[in-house]
């Protein structure tokens, strides 16, 4: 066996973490919802998973480049689950127990350290947990959790493939 396949997956995974982010735009931009601070969190661990997807499939890198790009790509994916099943939380908890009236993230950077922002992003605001649009009963956060623990699973499936396959060659038949 090849490399070639896992290169094919990185691809596979790549496309389709740009598929997700063009959805995303598509209803930022074209269906006018706006998206809430967590959901411009998501979109940036799936803007770098993608990345790091196309960096492993046009690279070809050998076996530890591989490794280092699936479990860079794990990663991503595991931060962006968390995020979406952060919000999926937030979304089932009372509308009051949340606060009503939030700094701007700019607001936020400019005048708190790094980690004080971080976490009053997840302590989350009103407008993650309106539910604007669903697809199939699914909120979009719903959705986003989905695609990342598929991602996920692909990505413990490359790296256990890459790890435990002791015939994996370096070159193509």
């Keep these: 066996m090849s490399l070639a396949p896992l290169r ?8 389709a973490g740009a598929l997700t982010l063009g959805a995303s735009f598509y209803l930022e931009y074209g269906a006018l919802l706006q998206p809430c601070f967590l959901c411009q969190v998501q979109r940036l661990f799936l803007a770098t998973f993608a990345l790091i997807n196309l960096m492993a499939a046009l690279h070809n890198p050998g076996r530890s480049g591989l490794c280092l790009y699936g479990l860079a790509s794990i990663v991503c994916a595991l931060l962006g689950a968390v995020t979406a099943g952060r919000q999926v939380l937030l979304q ?10 939030w700094p701007s993230l700019h607001h936020m ?3 708190l350290s790094f980690w004080q922002a971080a976490r009053s992003v997840f302590n ?5 947990v309106e539910i604007n649009w669903t697809l199939f009963d699914l909120s979009l956060p719903e959705w986003s959790l989905l695609f990342f623990v598929a991602m996920l699973i692909l990505g413990i499936t490359q790296c256990s493939r890459l790890l435990f396959s002791k015939h994996l060659r370096l070159t193509a038949p």
């Design 92 to 101: 089932n908890i009372p509308t009051g127990a949340v606060r009503d009236c």
């Design 8 to 15: 094919s997956l990185f691809f596979l995974a790549f496309m």
């Design 109 to 111: 950077i400019e005048n």
């Design 124 to 128: 989350g605001t009103v407008d993650c």
